[in-house]
């Protein structure tokens, strides 16, 4: 499976202010997702990151909250703006591996808005 | 959005005892993962399931792709203090660009 870092690992922020944070992969993927965690809950699916276009998001995230970069095969950025106590969350990139249905996680981002 | 369910919502490791954990979702999946979360950590996939009926084993993991194509079992056998965690089911369907639904999650704890 590929190797993927994520930066920050964590981060405090304060309210209205943006954080980007940044998912490398140590290979080509076709497929990179960004999720969301919410404290003690589940996974969420923000968006997929498309390479060359605009990425595809889910219903409930849009564009102007949760702008998506994907430069090239290996990296992708999210920056979660006007940052509200509400979006502490942990934000994890994932990328799909050889085999199109497995997909692999980074280790996430630790974000706490104050 | 759809929500796979997962039952029970924790559990406690008892010494010698297997545990087993299901999920269960209102539309069917053609894939089925599980996964393990240790805290401050990612999902680690642990098992990928991709045909109904499907039994597969993972070390002391065994999971299996419910007939129905709606559930999905995960049983650890002879759990042991480093099983502790957070279990997620996720469900895909080929149709959906390799998106995931996941499950609410079962916390496995040890008792102390």
């Known amino acids: 499976s590929a190797v993927i870092s994520q930066k920050p690992s964590r981060d405090i922020c304060q309210r209205g202010t943006s954080l980007t944070i940044q998912c490398q992969v140590d290979?080509?993927?076709?497929?990179m997702f960004w999720y969301r965690q919410q404290p003690g809950q589940s996974l969420t699916l923000i968006a997929t990151?498309?390479?060359?276009?605009?990425?595809?998001?889910e219903s409930g995230f849009v564009i102007d909250k949760f702008p998506i970069s994907r430069p090239n095969l290996t990296f992708s950025t999210l920056t979660v703006s006007n940052m509200s106590p509400e979006d502490s969350s942990i934000y994890l990139c994932?990328?799909?591996?050889?085999?199109?249905?497995?997909?692999?996680f980074g280790p996430g981002t630790r974000l706490t808005v104050t | 959005g759809q929500q796979l369910n997962q039952s029970p919502q924790s559990m406690f490791i008892q010494e010698g005892e297997d545990v087993s954990m299901n999920c269960t979702s209102s539309?069917?999946?053609?894939?089925w993962l599980w996964y393990k979360q240790d805290p401050g950590e990612g999902p680690v996939l642990l098992i990928a399931?991709?045909?109904?009926?499907e039994l597969t084993s993972n070390g002391r993991l065994t999971a299996q792709f419910g007939i129905t194509r709606k559930d999905s079992f995960l049983n650890i056998s002879a759990p042991i203090p480093s099983d502790v965690g957070i279990y997620f089911c996720?469900?895909?369907?080929?149709?959906?660009?390799?998106?995931?639904?996941f499950g609410t999650g079962t916390r496995l704890q040890v008792t102390l």
């Open positions: 994932s990328v799909v591996g050889t085999s199109a249905y497995e997909q692999y």
């Open positions: 290979s080509q993927v076709t497929m």
């Open positions: 990151a498309n390479q060359g276009s605009e990425a595809t998001y």
């Open positions: 539309s069917i999946f053609n894939t």
């Open positions: 399931l991709y045909k109904a009926g």
């Open positions: 996720a469900g895909q369907n080929t149709g959906t660009a390799s998106k995931l639904t």
